[in-house]
C-alpha cells in the first residue's frame, strides 16, 4: 500500500462559517509535503480532521488504508502540536521523562520504565541531538531545544506517518534550519513520511517534496513556478468549478 494518507470531498464548517469544501488529496509513503495557506483557512483544522479531532461535514479520511473514524493505530502516527510544550514549561519533568511518557501504552499505567523503554528513549534523543539533556528540565530549554524533545516524544513509538503543525512558531532562524535538517533526514534515511503545517513556505520549500496550499476554501498543489508566485503574492487558486472541469479532462482529482 503506498498511500499513507487520503482526502476524498472534505467539507467542514465552523457553525455556519465554511472553512473548505470537497478538497481531497492523497499523501504516499515518503512523502514530505507542507500545508501552506493563510491564517484561517484551515490548515490546523485539516490536521485535527485527520487526527479525528473533529468530524467532517462531509468526505471521507482513510489513513493506511482503513477509514479515520475506525482506526486504532494512534502510535503509527506521530503528531508535533504547535508550541507543544510550552503549556507544561513549569511542570518539573525533565527531557527523558517527556519523551519516556509517550510509551506510556507499553509501559502501563503507574509503572516505571523497563531497560527497553528507556534504550528506545535513549535512542529517540540521540536522533534528534538531545542526548546531553536527557536530565535537563524542559523549561530550562530555548524553544529550538523544546522542539526537538516534541520530534523525540513522537519519534519514541517509530511512526510511519508524522504530522506537524506550525514546528517553526518561537523558533529561532538558526534552529528552524535545524529543524527542517532534520525533517529531511528522517525523510530520506528512513522513509518517514511527514505532513507539515507551515506559513514559512520560503524555507520550507528547500526540504519538502510537495507543497499543498489550502486558500479560500479550496486545496490545490503547487509546483515550483506556483510556489515563487506564492512567495510574491501572485498565486490565486483558480474557481473551484474551473478546476473541476480541468481536473476531469485531464483525469486528475481537481482539487489537488
Avoid at 524533545?149 to 513522537?154: D, G, Q, S, T
Wanted: hydrophobic share 40%; aromatic share 6%; glycine share 10%.
Amino acid at each position: 500500500m503506498s498511500e499513507i494518507l487520503e482526502v476524498e470531498n472534505l467539507s467542514f464548517s465552523y457553525g455556519s462559517e465554511p472553512i473548505f469544501e470537497k478538497i481531497g488529496f492523497s499523501i504516499k509513503k515518503g512523502d514530505f509535503a507542507a500545508v501552506i495557506g493563510a491564517n484561517g483557512a484551515g490548515k490546523s483544522t485539516l490536521l485535527r480532521l485527520i487526527l479525528g479531532e473533529l468530524t467532517p461535514a462531509a468526505g471521507n479520511i482513510r489513513l493506511f488504508g482503513q477509514e479515520a473514524r475506525q482506526f486504532k493505530n494512534w502510535p503509527q502516527i506521530g503528531y508535533v502540536p504547535q508550541n507543544g510544550l510550552q503549556g507544561g514549561i513549569n511542570f518539573p519533568a525533565t527531557v527523558e521523562e517527556i519523551v519516556s511518557a509517550n510509551l506510556f501504552s507499553q509501559i502501563g499505567l503507574c509503572r516505571f520504565p523497563k531497560k527497553e523503554h528507556r534504550a528506545k528513549t535513549e535512542r529517540a534523543l540521540a536522533q534528534v541531538g538531545m542526548t546531553a539533556y536527557a536530565k535537563r528540565l524542559v523549561g530550562q530549554l530555548s524553544g529550538g531545544q523544546q522542539q526537538r524533545v516534541m520530534l523525540a516524544r513522537v519519534l519514541v513509538n517509530d511512526p510511519e506517518l508524522m504530522l506537524l503543525d506550525e514546528p517553526t512558531t518561537g523558533v529561532d532562524a538558526k534552529s528552524v534550519l535545524t529543524l527542517y535538517e532534520l525533517l529531511s533526514a528522517f525523510n530520506r534515511k528512513t522513509g518517514l513520511t511527514i505532513v507539515m503545517v507551515t506559513h514559512d513556505i520560503g524555507r520550507a520549500s528547500d526540504y519538502v517534496s510537495r507543497i499543498l496550499c489550502l486558500e479560500e476554501g479550496s486545496l490545490v498543489e503547487l509546483d515550483k513556478a506556483q510556489i515563487h508566485e506564492e512567495l510574491a503574492h501572485k498565486h490565486k487558486h483558480p474557481a473551484q468549478k474551473q478546476s473541476r472541469q480541468e481536473g476531469d479532462a485531464h483525469g486528475i482529482d481537481p482539487s489537488i
